[in-house]
């Protein structure tokens, strides 16, 4: 049936040899190419051509071993297929492989075989037509009529499908446009038959044998389908639900499957299942364990309870992304944009996401990097997340840790238990459906310990680098990679994280904002989405920028923003109550005028202006009296008082340190909830003015040189409830005390911290930016701080540093001399000197 008329395919043809499936002519499959020479003609051939013919080859089916790679060349089937490439995708995982869309265009015969290396090349003969067939051409005699039942027998096949899914009534559409002489080749790839029978319809050259040789594949197909229609005894009006078509691809670009939809036979059942196996793109030891899952399942009775915990598995894993991953975006000045938009500040967090995207710019295969993001609440971290995920383009899923204390939630239950599911991380990579997506892990300095294990232990594995490419749930109980999540945890503090865990990442300390960065937090994003949620326009509301700073400074007393938030959403309220009642008054008024011919009574309240305005009167009345009133010159009138600052979970906080003396026997009563560091700081305190007591002049009530001889000294610290420790508060208790033994008072506006010895000395302490900003939002205006916590100055904001004077000391003498007007009194000043200045 050669024909020189028509299209004609190259009469030398590339040959690419498949055990995947018998590609028939008017059929579109996708064919996995992972073997030497199947490779090099995808390189050489498909991905260097240019022109149509050079994505043209002969695909030729292989019956030999798909693992026996061998040098020497397979013996060809002499009858093949030409094909289009359509696609071609590539990946590296779990090995180097191809993925090719391939068109069935007509077959060809092999004359000789050119050469085999690096792929076969051979001479062919084209067999079948490719020039569009006329309309109206029609078949005739013995022909005619084999084609004639072969069209009905498909038109019924098709019939016995519900027409109301979409594909159906497409495909029904192709059986009349389609001719007749391609209608055994596109039916033959469509129902199920085996490759044997669909190699026998390949080698039919002969038109009328090929009608022959499809024609009692698609009856049985038919009967099968009687049948079980039969034995079910469907009502009339289910039976056309019975059968779903599964999408493959249809000619040109589509094919179908015939299954059942819910309960469809076991042996097309586990067909489906096993091909979904291995398509889902595993590795080779996970591929292993499915298949032999899958073994194990077919020869299982549905009965056992059993079955359905080995089919639950068996979908797991071929639902999980093994090898589909979200591509990157990599644009950096897109991504700053985005990320300046999305949050004010931050600019550490930005700057590392930055980095990242620049990295991964030059190397492709980067691992994720395991960042922690530690600051006190409402500053922004989880949300910083989630705009990370969005700036890269990649897929994000939130793991709240808060209170875990099973370490099965993260790696999962085994198997043998009854109920038994896959951890959260696992979890999560199957919401998300990539493997690369941004995970963040909330609140991991929360995580508890029971007899059900440590999770924060199971955590150690999945946020290493160098582990967790292998990952392995207990559920799945095979390895999974990891290593392109990009993992971010969330904590409040670093103390409750185990050393372990903290050494595996990358931490990055997201400290307060300060009120000028709070301001313009509010006016860029709580304002505009408050208004939003309350259903506000700027028209009808306006909070001035003083109105936001009173409610920073006198309403909220936070590292972050979350109680300025809610001050802001309590004024909406407010704001849409008036509007309301304006819009029900402007009725009423219209309302009246229609029926009385006048405006409503003088006594009632005219309609709001717009927009309304909130001054200081407009906020006291909406937020009542002012909650935080600054103290600290009222707290200072005494000796005996002094201003430390602390660092806690909510960000810095100033601390009053109070002392008081009575006769007595020399004992010293520290009270407010201390913890053992800070009581072992007031003990140093005592010792140091003791043994330097003459040094400073410093005596007790009767004038001794030992302050504590006769003395009882009681060392308070307010807010009696809130636990406190820590040694940060050493120059604070020295100071307190040296002004409660000298007599002399304190300066108001001077706040201090930093760790003491023994011998004087002013060691260094943490969270130096968060104290700093307690200060200047308390009015404060000398920081004391540890000569070598000089560097942490760097990190505070430039217009804070100019409004602040910074004394940095490396011994008490300094800070001494630092915390009192003119100095503290050196050894050759005389006590009654000292009374004279006071």
């Given at each position: 049936?050669?024909?020189?008329?028509?299209?004609?395919?190259?009469?030398?043809?590339?040959?690419?040899?498949?055990?995947?499936?018998?590609?028939?002519?008017?059929?579109?499959?996708?064919?996995?190419?992972?073997?030497?020479?199947?490779?090099?003609?995808?390189?050489?051939?498909?991905?260097?051509?240019?022109?149509?013919?050079?994505?043209?080859?002969?695909?030729?089916?292989?019956?030999?071993?798909?693992?026996?790679?061998?040098?020497?060349?397979?013996?060809?089937?002499?009858?093949?297929?030409?094909?289009?490439?359509?696609?071609?995708?590539?990946?590296?995982?779990?090995?180097?492989?191809?993925?090719?869309?391939?068109?069935?265009?007509?077959?060809?015969?092999?004359?000789?075989?050119?050469?085999?290396?690096?792929?076969?090349?051979?001479?062919?003969?084209?067999?079948?037509?490719?020039?569009?067939?006329?309309?109206?051409?029609?078949?005739?005699?013995?022909?005619?009529?084999?084609?004639?039942?072969?069209?009905?027998?498909?038109?019924?096949?098709?019939?016995?499908?519900?027409?109301?899914?979409?594909?159906?009534?497409?495909?029904?559409?192709?059986?009349?446009?389609?001719?007749?002489?391609?209608?055994?080749?596109?039916?033959?790839?469509?129902?199920?038959?085996?490759?044997?029978?669909?190699?026998?319809?390949?080698?039919?050259?002969?038109?009328?044998?090929?009608?022959?040789?499809?024609?009692?594949?698609?009856?049985?197909?038919?009967?099968?389908?009687?049948?079980?229609?039969?034995?079910?005894?469907?009502?009339?009006?289910?039976?056309?639900?019975?059968?779903?078509?599964?999408?493959?691809?249809?000619?040109?670009?589509?094919?179908?499957?015939?299954?059942?939809?819910?309960?469809?036979?076991?042996?097309?059942?586990?067909?489906?299942?096993?091909?979904?196996?291995?398509?889902?793109?595993?590795?080779?030891?996970?591929?292993?364990?499915?298949?032999?899952?899958?073994?194990?399942?077919?020869?299982?009775?549905?009965?056992?309870?059993?079955?359905?915990?080995?089919?639950?598995?068996?979908?797991?894993?071929?639902?999980?992304?093994?090898?589909?991953?979200?591509?990157?975006?990599?644009?950096?000045?897109?991504?700053?944009?985005?990320?300046?938009?999305?949050?004010?500040?931050?600019?550490?967090?930005?700057?590392?996401?930055?980095?990242?995207?620049?990295?991964?710019?030059?190397?492709?295969?980067?691992?994720?990097?395991?960042?922690?993001?530690?600051?006190?609440?409402?500053?922004?971290?989880?949300?910083?997340?989630?705009?990370?995920?969005?700036?890269?383009?990649?897929?994000?899923?939130?793991?709240?840790?808060?209170?875990?204390?099973?370490?099965?939630?993260?790696?999962?239950?085994?198997?043998?238990?009854?109920?038994?599911?896959?951890?959260?991380?696992?979890?999560?990579?199957?919401?998300?459906?990539?493997?690369?997506?941004?995970?963040?892990?909330?609140?991991?300095?929360?995580?508890?310990?029971?007899?059900?294990?440590?999770?924060a232990a199971a955590l150690l594995e999945v946020l290493d680098p160098e582990q967790n490419h292998s990952f392995t749930d207990h559920y799945l109980n095979v390895a999974f990679d990891l290593s392109q999540v990009l993992f971010i945890a969330t904590?409040?503090?670093?103390?409750?994280?185990?050393?372990?865990?903290?050494?595996?990442?990358?931490?990055?300390?997201?400290?307060?904002?300060?009120?000028?960065?709070?301001?313009?937090?509010?006016?860029?994003?709580?304002?505009?989405?408050?208004?939003?949620?309350?259903?506000?326009?700027?028209?009808?509301?306006?909070?001035?920028?003083?109105?936001?700073?009173?409610?920073?400074?006198?309403?909220?007393?936070?590292?972050?923003?979350?109680?300025?938030?809610?001050?802001?959403?309590?004024?909406?309220?407010?704001?849409?109550?008036?509007?309301?009642?304006?819009?029900?008054?402007?009725?009423?008024?219209?309302?009246?005028?229609?029926?009385?011919?006048?405006?409503?009574?003088?006594?009632?309240?005219?309609?709001?202006?717009?927009?309304?305005?909130?001054?200081?009167?407009?906020?006291?009345?909406?937020?009542?009296?002012?909650?935080?009133?600054?103290?600290?010159?009222?707290?200072?009138?005494?000796?005996?008082?002094?201003?430390?600052?602390?660092?806690?979970?909510?960000?810095?906080?100033?601390?009053?340190?109070?002392?008081?003396?009575?006769?007595?026997?020399?004992?010293?009563?520290?009270?407010?909830?201390?913890?053992?560091?800070?009581?072992?700081?007031?003990?140093?305190?005592?010792?140091?003015?003791?043994?330097?007591?003459?040094?400073?002049?410093?005596?007790?009530?009767?004038?001794?040189?030992?302050?504590?001889?006769?003395?009882?000294?009681?060392?308070?610290?307010?807010?009696?409830?809130?636990?406190?420790?820590?040694?940060?508060?050493?120059?604070?208790?020295?100071?307190?005390?040296?002004?409660?033994?000298?007599?002399r008072l304190v300066r108001s506006d001077v706040a201090m911290t930093g760790e003491i010895t023994l011998r004087g000395l002013v060691l260094p302490v943490g969270g130096i930016k968060d104290k700093v900003l307690a200060a200047h939002r308390a009015?404060?205006?000398?920081?004391?701080?540890?000569?070598?916590?000089?560097?942490?100055?760097?990190?505070?904001?430039?217009?804070?540093?100019?409004?602040?004077?910074?004394?940095?000391?490396?011994?008490?003498?300094?800070?001494?001399?630092?915390?009192?007007?003119?100095?503290?009194?050196?050894?050759?000043?005389?006590?009654?000197?000292?009374?004279?200045?006071?």
């Open positions: 049936m050669s024909t020189n008329s028509g299209i004609q395919i190259p009469s030398r043809l590339p040959l690419l040899l498949t055990h995947e499936g018998v590609l028939l002519p008017g059929s579109t499959t996708r064919i996995s190419v992972d073997s030497a020479r199947n490779m090099q003609l995808v390189k050489s051939r498909l991905l260097k051509g240019t022109s149509l013919k050079s994505t043209i080859i002969g695909v030729i089916p292989n019956t030999k071993d798909p693992e026996h790679d061998s040098e020497e060349l397979p013996s060809l089937h002499s009858i093949g297929t030409a094909g289009l490439a359509v696609q071609v995708v590539g990946s590296n995982w779990p090995k180097p492989h191809y993925t090719l869309l391939i068109t069935g265009l007509c077959r060809f015969r092999v004359l000789q075989l050119l050469r085999e290396r690096p792929f076969p090349v051979a001479v062919v003969e084209q067999l079948d037509r490719l020039e569009q067939y006329t309309e109206g051409e029609q078949l005739d005699g013995e022909l005619g009529e084999l084609s004639q039942r072969f069209y009905q027998a498909a038109v019924q096949l098709v019939g016995m499908l519900d027409m109301s899914v979409p594909v159906v009534a497409k495909l029904r559409r192709l059986l009349d446009s389609l001719p007749k002489e391609t209608l055994p080749d596109v039916l033959a790839s469509m129902i199920r038959t085996s490759n044997t029978e669909k190699l026998q319809v390949l080698d039919a050259i002969n038109l009328e044998e090929r009608f022959k040789k499809t024609l009692p594949m698609l009856t049985r197909q038919i009967e099968g389908l009687k049948l079980l229609q039969k034995t079910r005894k469907l009502r009339p009006d289910d039976d056309k639900r019975v059968l779903a078509i599964r999408k493959g691809g249809v000619f040109p670009g589509r094919q179908f499957s015939l299954e059942e939809d819910g309960e469809d036979e076991d042996g097309d059942d586990m067909a489906v299942l096993e091909r979904k196996v291995k398509e889902a793109g595993m590795p080779e030891p996970a591929l292993r364990v499915c298949l032999k899952e899958l073994k194990r399942l077919k020869k299982m009775p549905q009965s056992m309870p059993e079955y359905a915990l080995t089919r639950n598995y068996l979908e797991l894993m071929v639902e999980l992304p093994w090898s589909k991953s979200s591509t990157d975006c990599l644009d950096i000045r897109a991504a700053r944009v985005l990320l300046d938009n999305d949050h004010y500040a931050l600019e550490k967090l930005k700057r590392r996401v930055l980095e990242y995207l620049a990295v991964r710019q030059l190397k492709s295969a980067l691992k994720g990097p395991i960042l922690c993001f530690v600051g006190p609440p409402g500053v922004g971290k989880t949300s910083v997340g989630r705009s990370i995920a969005r700036t890269l383009g990649r897929e994000f899923h939130r793991i709240a840790l808060g209170g875990v204390c099973d370490q099965s939630d993260i790696r999962g239950h085994r198997r043998t238990y009854v109920g038994s599911m896959p951890g959260r991380i696992i979890n999560g990579l199957k919401t998300v459906g990539v493997n690369n997506p941004v995970f963040l892990l909330d609140e991991v300095d929360k995580l508890g310990k029971s007899l059900q294990g440590d999770p904590a409040n503090t670093t103390a409750t994280i185990p050393p372990a865990l903290l050494d595996r990442m990358e931490v990055l300390q997201v400290p307060g904002y300060t009120q000028e960065e709070k301001v313009e937090i509010a006016h860029r994003h709580l304002i505009p989405h408050q208004l939003e949620q309350h259903g506000l326009t700027p028209q009808q509301l306006q909070i001035p920028q003083d109105t936001t700073q009173e409610i920073i400074s006198k309403y909220t007393r936070e590292a972050g923003v979350r109680s300025l938030e809610r001050k802001i959403g309590a004024i909406c309220r407010a704001v849409a109550v008036k509007v309301a009642e304006g819009h029900k008054l402007s009725k009423i008024e219209s309302s009246s005028q229609v029926q009385e011919g006048k405006g409503v009574d003088s006594e009632m309240a005219a309609p709001p202006e717009m927009p309304i305005v909130i001054d200081l009167v407009a906020l006291k009345d909406i937020l009542g009296p002012q909650v935080f009133e600054m103290e600290v010159s009222e707290r200072l009138t005494l000796p005996g008082v002094a201003i430390g600052l602390a660092w806690t979970p909510l960000g810095g906080e100033i601390m009053f340190v109070e002392a008081s003396r009575m006769e007595g026997e020399g004992q010293l009563t520290l009270t407010g909830q201390l913890g053992d560091v800070m009581k072992e700081s007031a003990h140093l305190a005592i010792t140091w003015l003791r043994s330097n007591a003459k040094t400073y002049q410093l005596t007790n009530i009767a004038g001794c040189a030992d302050p504590l001889e006769g003395n009882d000294i009681h060392l308070h610290f307010p807010a009696g409830a809130v636990t406190k420790d820590g040694p940060s508060a050493g120059v604070t208790i020295v100071t307190c005390l040296a002004s409660l033994f000298s007599g009015g404060l205006r000398r920081v004391i701080l540890p000569k070598r916590n000089e560097k942490d100055l760097e990190e505070i904001p430039s217009h804070i540093r100019a409004e602040l004077d910074f004394i940095t000391a490396g011994s008490l003498d300094e800070v001494l001399n630092a915390a009192f007007d003119g100095g503290f009194p050196a050894a050759s000043m005389t006590h009654p000197q000292i009374a004279s200045k006071l």
